[in-house]
């Protein structure tokens, strides 16, 4: 690779001698990297109409497979045909930590079936704890074991939720290893210090960082995101939340997340190329994707 992205400078050199080495190189760097966007959310309401564009973007930007996360389950059938016009799209099914009030007594069989009745189906979640927006506790926590189960079963990973939570959902977890067995996953969005952050990696979780690991006062996730094991780490948008600087503010999309790999390249002093290899062969091996050229 990196002999033939030398040859490809040589060809641009001469043919364009006015073009900066800079602008040559990060051209030719996203033209043959790919990145997987671990976590979005696009069949919500400020995409619709936009996908077309939406899609060009992430291409533009390297973006080769992207994981589509579900809120609840009755998301599962729009999701599904969000993934039928655009191939590189992955999916999960589950109930998100702030909507447990939805679970019913069939909702576990529910998403079992779902899960399996799509081989596009990667993961089960959105799971987690979520004890900053609710306190209903114990429910969160009886719908999340609930959930373990259906991965477990289903030999899938969890795509985990955790705000304000992590001390309890270390808790939750350890003891659920220990009576049920391990699950594997991704600690999605996250926002942890380095202690905390360790507690998911000896549980074995891969993390995923989003576009809060861009922002200034963000100082504690940036200094976990230094001493994640590279063969741990994933990247997200998690769109259309959390923009990255320099788009904060603005509705997040999947092309954002080479922002995000930028910033996790530096904070490492890591070649951006490296990351984007080392996350895009992660992601494959955590969902079991395949990216069409491999």
């Known amino acids: 690779m990196q002999r033939l992205l030398f040859h490809v400078w040589e060809i641009i050199k001469f043919s364009y001698p006015n073009v900066?080495?800079?602008?040559?190189?990060?051209?030719?760097?996203?033209?043959?990297?790919?990145?997987?966007?671990?976590?979005?959310h696009i069949n919500f309401d400020v995409f619709q109409g936009n996908l077309d564009s939406l899609q060009q973007r992430w291409q533009e930007a390297g973006v080769a497979h992207l994981i589509h996360s579900c809120v609840e389950p009755k998301e599962f059938q729009g999701i599904q045909s969000i993934a039928d016009r655009f191939p590189e799209l992955s999916f999960a099914v589950g109930l998100h930590p702030l909507d447990v009030a939805q679970w019913q007594s069939d909702t576990a069989r529910e998403i079992e079936a779902l899960a399996a009745s799509d081989r596009r189906v990667v993961a089960i979640g959105e799971t987690g704890l979520d004890f900053y927006k609710a306190d209903n506790q114990e429910?969160?926590?009886?719908?999340?074991q609930q959930q373990l189960k259906i991965a477990q079963k289903l030999n899938l990973p969890v795509i985990i939720h955790c705000r304000n939570a992590a001390a309890k959902l270390n808790e939750v977890l350890t003891d659920f290893w220990q009576r049920e067995g391990s699950v594997k996953g991704v600690m999605h969005c996250w926002g942890g210090n380095e202690t905390e952050t360790q507690w998911f990696l000896d549980l074995g979780f891969y993390i995923s960082y989003s576009g809060i690991v861009t922002?200034?006062?963000?100082?504690?996730?940036?200094?976990a995101a230094k001493v994640v094991p590279s063969d741990r780490l994933l990247i997200e948008t998690d769109c259309p939340f959390l923009a990255p600087v320099p788009f904060r503010g603005k509705t997040n999309e999947p092309s954002y997340v080479l922002h995000v790999a930028e910033q996790i390249a530096q904070l490492r002093q890591t070649p951006l190329e490296q990351i984007a290899q080392q996350t895009t062969a992660n992601a494959c091996r955590l969902f079991g994707i395949q990216l069409k050229n491999q």
Do not use: C, E, G, P
């Open 215 to 223: 922002f200034k006062n963000a100082k504690q996730v940036q200094m």
């Open 139 to 144: 429910q969160q926590i009886l719908v999340l």
């Open 20 to 40: 900066s080495r800079t602008q040559t190189s990060k051209a030719i760097h996203q033209v043959y990297m790919q990145l997987v966007d671990t976590h979005v």
